[in-house]
T-cell receptor, first 113, second 112 residues
């Protein structure tokens, strides 16, 4: 199993550009989430999904869209990038049963100039 | 609004010493997670604590959960340099593990 994969690893955008951060998992996990990590801070939840076709907002959803058309994929879309969205983005997935453990992807480092 | 507070935020300790990191949270929850993060890396799961009184140990690290006090501790025994990292606690306010609220992290440096 590859676990949770994210692409790209690094990205530089200009203010106003849009892009999609990709996240995929091959563990058949129902639950997937997107977090952002800013310097010196813990992770903050952007959006999450409890299954295909079901998404909800987290703590900091503004400026981001998500969709979940398959169990495996959970892309995060930046509609019009702003410098405040410069951050490291982590995708995570969990089975939601037994240990409730979350598995994190390697992260995408995004810079908006 | 759920708040998760860790202390200390910075910890410098000598090899061989013991220390404890504290994680307080503001809302009832039965699920608490501890993660380790090395610079520039992703999060590595250390412990998942699922009930009051839960205690888990792995090597020099031991984590415990007191849901009545809304407190978890991460105890380090006889620290070694390899334990230098940032440690995060996170609280689960859903039943799925899909919606974690994180503390700010404790940056641990173990000096020879």
């Amino acid at each position: 199993n590859a676990g949770v994969t994210q692409t790209p690893k690094f990205q530089v955008l200009k203010t106003g550009q849009s892009m999609t951060l990709q996240c995929a998992q091959d563990m058949n996990h129902e639950y997937m989430s997107w977090y952002r990590q800013d310097p010196g801070m813990g992770l903050r939840l952007i959006h999450y999904s409890v299954g295909a076709g079901i998404t909800d907002q987290g703590e900091v959803p503004n400026g981001y869209n998500v969709s979940r058309s398959t169990t495996e994929d959970f892309p995060l879309r930046l509609l019009s990038a702003a410098p405040s969205q410069t951050s490291v983005y982590f995708c995570a997935s969990s089975w939601g049963h037994a240990s409730y453990e979350q598995y994190f992807g390697p992260g995408t480092r995004l810079t908006v100039t | 609004e759920l708040k998760v507070e860790q202390n200390p935020l910075f910890l410098s300790m000598q090899e061989g010493k013991n220390y404890t990191i504290y994680c307080n949270y503001s809302t009832t929850s039965d699920r608490l997670y501890w993660y380790r993060q090395d610079p520039g890396k992703s999060l590595e799961s250390l412990f998942v604590l699922l009930s009051n009184g839960a205690v888990k140990q792995e090597g020099r690290l031991m984590a415990s959960l007191d849901t009545k006090a809304r407190l978890s501790t991460l105890h380090i025994t006889a620290a070694v340099h390899d334990l230098s990292a940032t440690y995060f606690c996170a609280v689960d306010i859903e039943t799925s593990g899909s919606r974690l609220t994180f503390g700010e992290g404790t940056q641990l440096t173990v000096n020879p």
